[in-house]
């Protein structure tokens, strides 16, 4: 049973939200789901998250820049279907900084400790790009508490990156120097100055293969100093993750979605490593030409490209 008195103690906005229904030109593509964002206090952070939708629970675990205004569209996609969560990582946003070191394990009981707040036995989990290392993590540790997993082009493996192994290896020593605190701070200082903004901007473009158009100088400007603490330990995991090869795979249903033409993960490696972790993946391709798409999608965009893979979803009753 959800204990709606804990999702309500610390609200900073309460929306009735409304169920998906067929927009005022009559087609087959639902309105909008209204989202409520809401403060949850657990053991080690206080969350920032949002909810949004009816039917089961789904927990949308973050990538690496996790503001809740990037992620609204997304949110109300999956809430046509589901009771949607996403959370702003620790550190990030308006969620309280972890009391120690960011780890993907510490986001893993910290997803644990979310649903028992919220009363839940059991959810689905749903990662994008990074967050797909989070939701893998968070698979291990909550293993029959999961139902569903959907995966959308998932960093999972540091091989299925499309860097060479020099590349690779000077962004894991790059990594590795800044978790140095006063390393961290320097650079903290570089990328709030107006000339290093822009040229670290366009360096961490053409080495990481990043979008030319997506203004990632403006999002350095914005970046808090525990903001960067957590990039700093998450882009370390990043670039020396690898799975080893199970002796069972998950039981689990895993739906399965990326562009074949990724320009930052290779397609056939990244379904390799899922496909060795699920017992059962539900495949959809793509014809994207970038990871991050340049701007944010609308709910409308989502609706026309991304339906597909939804459709894959059947929709169980609700377990609480």
């Not at 309105?31 to 949002?50: D, G, M, N, Q």
């Not at 279907?81 to 120690?100: D, N």
């Not at 100088?217 to 995991?237: G, K, N, W």
Request: aromatic share 12%.
């Amino acid at each position: 049973m959800i204990d709606s008195s804990q999702e309500q103690e610390n609200p900073i906005q309460q929306v009735k939200e409304k169920q998906p229904s067929f927009n005022e030109t009559g087609d087959r593509t639902p309105a909008a789901p209204t989202p409520s964002t809401h403060f949850i206090k657990l053991p080690k952070t206080t969350l920032h998250y949002v909810k949004c939708g009816e039917g089961p629970p789904l927990v949308m675990v973050p990538a690496t820049i996790s503001l809740i205004e990037n992620w609204l569209a997304l949110v109300q996609f999956m809430g046509t279907r589901f009771t949607t969560y996403f959370f702003e990582l620790p550190g990030h946003g308006k969620s309280s900084p972890l009391p120690q070191a960011y780890s993907g394990e510490l986001v893993a009981e910290s997803v644990e400790n979310f649903i028992d707040a919220l009363g839940y036995d059991t959810i689905s989990l749903m990662g994008f790009s990074f967050g797909g290392i989070l939701a893998m993590k968070t698979l291990f540790r909550l293993q029959d508490r999961i139902e569903k997993v959907i995966l959308f082009g998932p960093a999972v493996s540091n091989r299925a990156m499309h860097f060479s192994k020099t590349r690779l290896f000077l962004l894991q020593t790059l990594t590795r120097i800044v978790r140095d605190k006063r390393i961290r701070q320097g650079f903290l200082r570089l990328i709030h100055d107006q000339f290093f903004n822009k040229l670290i901007a366009a360096t961490i473009k053409k080495y990481g293969n990043i979008e030319k158009q997506i203004a990632l100088d403006e999002v350095l400007l914005e970046i808090s100093a525990t903001t960067l603490e957590v990039l700093t330990y998450q882009m370390h995991e990043i670039m020396y993750l690898e799975y080893p090869e199970p002796e069972h795979r998950f039981n689990q249903p895993c739906y399965f979605g990326m562009s074949v033409i990724d320009p930052l993960l290779d397609f056939d490696i990244t379904l390799d490593v899922v496909q060795k972790q699920f017992e059962h993946v539900h495949l959809e391709r793509f014809n994207f030409p970038y990871h991050q798409p340049p701007k944010a999608f609308t709910f409308e965009e989502l609706m026309r490209d991304f339906s597909p893979l939804l459709d894959l979803i059947p929709i169980e009753p609700t377990k609480v």
